[in-house]
Structures are given as C-alpha cells and as structure tokens.
C-alpha cells in the first residue's frame, strides 16, 4: 500500500524525465536544466553517481527542511511548553529552508531517505505522542498531531514560503532544485577528485532559463 502523502517514486516509473521545460525527477522536482547540459559540463559526475539517482538525492536533500522539523517536533516538545516547541520548530524549519540549497552534505542523503519515510515518523510518532497521553500531556499531543498532519501536506511550506523565498533568492543565484542540485554535483566532484570545468556554464544556463520564465 502506498500512502496518498508519500513522496515516493513507484518502481515502474522512471527516475526522471527529460523536458523542453527541464528535467522533472520521480519525486516531482522540477530542475531547469537538461540532460545533454549536464553530461556535457558535469559528465564525470553524471556517469559515476548516475542522472537518475542524482536527481533523486537532491530531492532527498531538498526536502531535509521539512523531514528535520518532522523529528525535531517531538524532541522539543519533551523540553518545552507547546507552544515554545511550535514557535522553535517553525523558526529551524524557515532558517533551514533558506540556508539548505547551498549546504548540501552527501553523507547525510542517506539517513534523510530514510527518516523523511511517512511509516517511519508515523511510528515515531506513535510511539512519542503515546507516551504524552500516558503522562497526561495532551496539549504535546494535539500539538503533534497537528504538527506532523501540517508539514506532510506541505501546509507550512504554503504558510511560511512567502517568508522563505525572498531570503532564499538572496542567498542563492538559483532556484532552490537548481542550487541543491549544483551543490550536490560540486561535493560528489569533491569527493570523488573529479574535475568540473563546465559547473559555471550549468549555472549560467539555468540562470537563463529561469529569466525566460519569470517574464
């Protein structure tokens, strides 16, 4: 059974698809860039990590906002009133929204992947909030439920991303997809010892691209 809120891609379909409007990945992340674009000025990336499995852990990553204020929520609200545990959540969660795109850790994709899982924070969850009704918590409780329900349907993303954006188009010279992904492409090079003469072309590109479409 798959979860109508699970962002998982389904075995059968593909990893990505390649567009005239860009690349869209399994996740549904749209990146304004083209394959050919990135097998010429990131090829030694490309064919050692592979496009489709690179696009998929830049989503990993792009979603770690919301997959870290999931697990974080029950934590704060074992230290702290309700209310100092909502307001603390949302002011990491906007920080790390903003800050994430050009901090991108390849060590850690692996963890989120499987933390940002629904049957992964429900049991979480579950598990946390139970122990909150035992002890007669229940204003943690509903603020759990509630918090969880939020950040899963991607309410506080609405909410908060007429905040975020701005302060991400300052730090950032891309779109958020875009800047992760040109992170991850430049920590794999890292890694790797690969060259990238061409990562400035990428950039320039997309920088292209995403003008056109804001006209």
């Not at 002011?91 to 933390?115: E, N, Q, T």
């Not at 924070?121 to 229940?138: E, K, N, R, T």
């Not at 975020?164 to 794999?188: F, K, M, N």
């Amino acid at each position: 059974m798959t979860w109508p809120w699970s962002r998982r891609p389904a075995r059968d379909v593909p990893l990505y698809v390649d567009t005239p409007a860009g690349l869209l990945s399994a996740d549904g992340t749209h990146y304004r860039t083209t394959e050919p674009l990135l097998r010429e000025y990131a090829r030694e990336v490309v064919e050692a990590v592979g496009l489709g499995p690179l696009l998929l852990r830049a989503g990993v990553w792009l979603r770690s906002p919301q997959t870290v204020a999931v697990l974080l929520l029950p934590a704060l609200l074992l230290a702290l009133p309700w209310w100092g545990a909502l307001g603390t959540v949302l002011l990491l969660y906007a920080l790390w929204s903003a800050a994430a795109p050009g901090l991108v850790l390849p060590g850690a994709i692996p963890a989120l992947k499987v933390m940002e899982q629904p049957v992964v924070q429900g049991l979480i969850y579950i598990g946390v909030l139970s122990a909150f009704a035992s002890a007669g918590m229940f204003a943690a409780v509903w603020t759990g439920v509630a918090g969880f329900v939020a950040f899963r349907l991607g309410l506080v993303d609405n909410l908060l991303g007429p905040i975020v954006r701005p302060i991400q188009a300052s730090l950032h010279p891309l779109p958020p997809a875009d800047q992760t992904l040109r992170t991850l492409i430049v920590r794999e090079a890292l890694r790797r010892g690969l060259s990238l003469p061409g990562i400035d072309a990428i950039e320039t590109r997309v920088r292209e691209f995403w003008k056109r479409e804001r006209r």
